[in-house]
């Protein structure tokens, strides 16, 4: 079976395919279309296909429209209700089911040659929770969802047995944990629905003193379900201009909503657990990428394992779409291989694009080394190697590396990438070395948890350590990333630290880099003195003198 999966409704749009139950190739539009996020989450944009990522999938596979058995679009219009009847306040949600309903023909637009009949609406939850328990590493897992909004529920509890999905329960909105805590993010002068972790960083400077007033909105139910809506956000801290400095009470208010947060969450985790059993949990939808909570739910919630989408968020949809065809067809689906699901080049491409741009390199014998040599120098070396990352994560294919030794890397690295001063950067280790120096779940692949740094480590490595203590760490293990394994052991080598700074390939407001000619463009414009592209090294120096 050939199944394409699409999200498109709400943001964030992306393309999959899954072929005989493998997943193949997934990608979000904002890589290729460089518009962050693809699209605003507007009804008026619902109309919007990803067709450059659902063209490079099926090209990558050497596919053609026809040739497919299915497309799973990860939103079905017969499930939503008008929003008045849900209790939101979106007079032009109409238009947003309009074009929803008209995707078989947007898609066919989009696509020549598809046969809009092939076109398989899949409910917008179910098409998350496809993308963990289904994607994930266990045939058998209980699945918790949970984002902003679906067709008419914000959240489902469920489990995964042999691969067929049982749904114990959903939230209907208004009450919705992901629009609480968009309506915050916008409140403290951030981008709802693409700032959200600004405001899980700010969390860590402040006290949850509103706590109390707080769970008065906010809170489980005893259900299964919650209660989120209606916070008077006014009433605890005043809204902050964009562009405005923060103060202690708006840290303070993110901190007592992430308390919050990660109090019902437990909740509702323990209540799944009760009524499904089993070792492994599975999380998926927009929530599931608050990697505080994540690590909360891990230490104290009653599963053994805890397993996150790396495209947790509704690009991961997508996958999950084509997944849950696939298995409705009777076919199983395998786990996914890795995060490294989107385009990549050859070395002769990447030799080519490099000529073209009419930039001097090198073929240094080993690039790892090259790297490695000119991070404990403490250069900044921007790292495009392999496959792009499905999912907002910089996880050694398209990063930003650095020095964490140098505590003032991390200034440096927010200066570089034109970032708030608040924002930690994160640590990618070797994964056979990460225990002696974070304690958490491990491994940690895909940069979905925080970890606490062992108190022998944090005066060592300063760039990498939040303001609580914490890292958002990625292991990198020999097996799965031997180029850059054998980087992370070079430098090692160098600086008796196994550990490296490791951040988007990106400026701020840009997606991530994903092709040779975005990452020349950001080296261009950005102070990085070494790219490591392939097995080619550009450098600053060589190039601008």
Sequence with gaps: MRILGVNAVFHDPAAAL???????????EERFSRRKHGKRPVPFSAWEMPELSAAWCLSHAGLAPQDLDAVAFSYDPALAR??????????????????????????AEALPGLDPAKVRFVPHHVAHAASSGLA????????????GRGESASHLSGRYRDGDLEVLTAQRLPHSLGLVYEELTAHL????????????????????RFLPQLREWVHGTEDGGFRAHGVDWASLAPARPPGTEWTEDHADLAAS???????????????????????????????????????????????????????????GTALGAALHVTAEGGTACAPMPGADLGRGWTDEELAAQLAEAGVPYEVPGDIAEAAAEVLANDGVVAWFQ??????????????????????????????????????PVAPMVAEHRAAELFRGQLPSPYMLFTHQVAEEWRARIP??????????????????????????????????????????????????????RDALECFGSSPVDLLAIGPFAVRRAAVFG
């Design 18 to 28: 899954v072929i005989d139950g493998k997943t193949v190739a997934a990608a979000e």
């Design 82 to 107: 008008p929003a008045g009847e849900l209790g939101l306040d979106d007079p032009w949600d109409a238009l947003r089911q309009t074009y929803a309903r008209e995707a078989p023909g947007f898609l």
């Design 136 to 147: 994930g590493p266990h045939r058998d897992s209980a699945v918790l969802v949970l984002d």
């Design 189 to 208: 002068g951030f981008l709802r629905s693409s700032d959200e972790y600004k405001v899980m960083a700010l969390a860590s400077y402040g006290k949850p």
């Design 257 to 315: 909503a992430q308390a919050c947060l990660e109090e019902t969450l437990l909740e509702l985790v323990r209540w799944l657990h009760t009524h499904s059993g089993g070792r492994h949990l599975t999380l998926a939808g927009g929530v599931a990428l608050n990697c505080v909570a994540n690590a909360r739910i891990a230490a104290e919630g009653p599963y053994e394992d805890v397993w996150v989408q790396p495209a947790a968020g509704d690009a």
């Design 386 to 423: 392999g496959r792009s990352e499905f999912g907002p994560r910089a996880l050694g294919h398209r990063s930003l590396l650095a020095h964490p030794g140098r505590a003032e890397n991390l200034d440096r690295l927010n200066r570089v990438k034109g970032r708030e001063e608040f924002r």
């Design 463 to 516: 760039a990498v350590v939040h303001v609580d203590g914490t890292a958002r760490i990625q292991t990198v293990g020999a097996a799965d990333d031997p180029l850059t394994a054998r980087m992370l052991a070079a430098f090692e080598r160098r600086t008796g630290l196994p550990t490296v700074v490791n951040t988007s390939l990106n400026t701020a407001g840009r997606p991530m880099v994903d092709s040779p």
